[in-house]
């Protein structure tokens, strides 16, 4: 397949896959905080506080309830039958 100027490529996500990406972005955003909350306590080393423990565990807890709540909505099989 040959492709002229002017075509679109490499194509953009489909309507289809940016809805899937809007409906995961909950998950990333909160991987991302336990990503962050990771970091914070390796480079913290010994000094870590109670505060950064206690954001680490409520940024595991919010990422697995989002976890379920996405894993519900698509069922076992990400929504395949």
């Known amino acids: 397949m040959q492709f002229r100027e002017g075509d ?3 194509p953009g996500p ?3 896959e940016l809805r899937a990406i809007e409906a995961e972005w909950p998950l990333i ?5 336990v990503t962050d909350a990771e970091s914070v306590i390796a ?3 010994r000094e870590v506080s109670e505060l950064d423990w206690a954001r680490l ?4 807890a ?3 309830r ?3 709540d996405l894993f519900n909505l698509a069922g076992p099989l990400g929504g395949a039958a």
């Open 14 to 16: 489909t309507r289809r």
């Open 43 to 45: 480079a913290n080393g």
């Open 66 to 68: 989002i976890s379920r």
């Open 29 to 33: 955003e909160r991987e991302l905080a």
């Open 57 to 60: 565990r409520r940024a595991e």
């Open 62 to 64: 919010e990422l697995n």
């Open 8 to 10: 679109n490529w490499p």
